[in-house]
């Protein structure tokens, strides 16, 4: 009898079926409310700079993992999730090769030049914008307006975005702003930092599902929360309610996709706490006293440097070792 | 009842089949491996030897092998190379029936009134080979410390004496005994078709064990689908025993977790001695071999293992003698061997790849995994450092990290971050988006460390 011929492996023999793919295709799914949302209030022209800035993202994925000789990685989703997320940061109106630079900036330099995938210390969707914000501060200073139809007219009060407004006209000024607008997305902005709800569905879904850490949006909405709180009873004439600061601006992408990229977190549950609270204490610290619009681009960088440190808290493990002899 | 509170760990969706138990056609040829989790066996028989069903075959001079005995009549027809469950080369005496030759039965039968050595000299006779991947075998796990001590001079003096006063921890009172009834992993419903079908053996084992190890305390685990069965109650009833109750989580019923769970002790690694913290955990299955063989005399050995063809969710619960080869198995189910691309002994999560058909279902096999599709590869993919693992591990670790040490030979400092605290349930890897095998890394960090540890 011919002997059949098996596969030895050690245990386990069988997978839950998670891949990185998976994982970045499902983060894509996550972000479809998001860009359903900014079409919804800004029209097809928020396309424009996602389109550019995947491309940009893939193209310099796949010329450079050709370039060194590795294997292209580009199928796994990760290059596309990061030219979405920038093209959801960036206005329609800025010229096409702002977000197909950002994004290349934002691949090559975090994610590729230390390894690829996973091994980005900060995150490429904020490295690249940071880049071209910096670089490009006029073309980048400059916000859409949601759609007429939804009642917004040019020299209203809100020409830009709350943020802005706050910082310019103080926080007697976006008392007029309603709430329904901040969380529904009828501001101007970009549209990945308007809509609360839809960026919220997103982020409901990647938590559901285990995506990302529950740990992390959790401290980070919380703690920028209760930062602003203690300011606000103590001088509301001076800083802006902690509830108008949360559904504002980058504050709930922050929390739910841009805290949360894969190999810039801590992987243990307390860290992951730390981290999330000081990027939100960190955003209230710039948004209140800065001189940038908003807190959160910065203070995640600021957190994704300090979060290997923090990952050096120990986990204490169950069980006791004896002594070996 | 008390619930059984696994931090961490993973839920599986408990769809259990309705299983009904067959039994396999009795096999002519069955092979006994001479080596288990505990040690090795040296043949006490010859090629050619008549053997008689219950005699012990093979053994050993150390007190924490149990030894090993046919089930059937027969011949020994040949002594050949074979792997252990565990994968370690060695050797299997194959016996073929024969009608002429009659039973012996070398085994110690007692009554349900024996006294306590009696029974620890009775459990150890029957030689009792368990599931889990304890430290010591049953009679040394859960024997009170008076117990071994009155056998040790009862016994005089031997060089098996002299090692049984060198068992770790002998002088540890047993407090609690924990019967474990929860299905070991995923896809696993032995344990719990055991405790619902046969109860009556269950309570007079824990009864037998509860004398032997003089524990106050006795628990019993039970999946949450059995909470309110009939067998429930009639072990609690007659046992006034405390049952806990699994929430459904991997790895509830693996043994440092559960004791864990039960009493908030936790366990020495890398011994994982349960004596230590004075604790006894012992599974349904063997509860049963131990009733057939110590107070029913039943020289069967027959061991209910359950067989998956996990790549058509089919399942099957077989009832077959200890020594029964894969291949008969396979043979029954009316399976093509050819066809197959992997077997595992031992369950998807906790179980051994063989490739030998020839190796046998003995008691420390409860489900055989037979897969004709296509099999799923680990790879070694870079980390992406998601935090999965470190959200599944139950035992607190950053599996990501150790096996990260262990794949660059940085076993010193596995140590630090707790490799020994690993219980190897796996499901580190089975999360892993990077398909990285980080369970049989540390595994392999724990061997260099072992190989380092007996040169130095």
Known sequence: ?325 | MKTIKVAKGLSFPVRQPALAVRKVSPPRRLVYPTGNRWGWLYPEVKEGDAVGAGQVIASSSLPYVPSLKTAISGTVREIIKLPTLQLREGQAIVIEAAEDVSSVSQSVSIGEDASPVEVFKAIMDAGIWEVDDYALPLHLRVAAPEVIEEYIKESGESEFVESLRNIPYRDRAIETLIVNALDRQPQSWVRSHIFASDSDRIVAGVRLLQRLSGAKQTIVAVPSHLADSESTKKVMDALKAEVAVSNGKYPASLEPILILALTGKEMVFPSKNSRECGVAVVDVMALEQLVKAVLESNEDREVTVQVNLSGRREYHLLKCPVGTPVLHIIDHLALNPDSLTKVVLGGDFLGYAHYDLDVPITGEVDVLSLWDTEIFHYKHDPCIRCGFCVRVCPMNLVPAEISMCCEYNRFEEAVGKGIYQCIECGLCSYVCPSHRPMVQLIRHGKQELERAREVS
């Open chain 1, 1 to 325: 009898m011919k002997k059949p011929s098996l596969v030895i492996s050690p245990s386990p023999h069988v997978h839950s079926g998670w891949s990185v793919s998976r994982l970045y295709y499902e983060t894509l799914l996550a972000l479809l409310p998001v860009v359903l949302g900014g079409i919804y209030f800004f029209g097809f022209g928020v396309l424009k700079p996602i389109v550019f800035a995947v491309i940009g993202a893939v193209g310099a994925e796949v010329v450079w993992e050709k370039a060194i000789g590795r294997s292209v990685t580009v199928y796994d989703g990760s290059a596309v999730v990061t030219g979405v997320l920038l093209g959801l940061l960036v206005s329609p109106s800025v010229p096409w090769w702002i977000p197909l630079l950002g994004a290349v900036i934002g691949v090559l330099v975090p994610k590729h030049f230390f390894g690829g995938v996973g091994q980005n210390a900060f995150s490429t969707v904020l490295v690249g914008w940071a880049v071209v914000f910096v670089s490009y501060k006029a073309i980048m200073a400059n916000y859409p307006m949601p759609h007429p139809a939804f009642g917004m007219v040019a020299g209203g009060y809100v020409e830009y975005p709350p943020l802005e407004v706050l910082k310019w006209d103080g926080v007697d000024v976006i008392k007029d702003i309603p709430i329904k607008d901040l969380l529904l997305g009828n501001v101007p902005g970009t549209a990945g930092t308007t809509s609360v709800i839809a960026v919220f569905l997103g982020g409901l879904y990647l938590l559901l599902r285990g995506i990302i850490p529950w740990q992390v949006p959790v401290a980070y909405l919380g703690g920028a929360f209760l930062f602003q709180l203690v300011f606000w009873l103590i001088n509301p004439a001076r800083y802006a309610s902690p509830v108008f600061h949360i559904f504002t601006g980058w504050m709930f992408l922050g929390a739910f996709f841009l805290a949360t990229e894969k190999g810039t977190t801590p992987l243990k549950p307390l860290p992951m706490l730390l981290y999330g609270l000081g990027c939100g204490i960190l955003t209230m610290v710039i948004r209140n006293w800065g001189i940038y619009m908003d807190g959160v681009p910065f203070a995640v960088l600021l957190m994704n440097a300090l979060a290997p440190l923090l990952d050096r808290i120990k986990l204490e493990p169950r069980g006791r070792v004896e002594s070996l002899a």
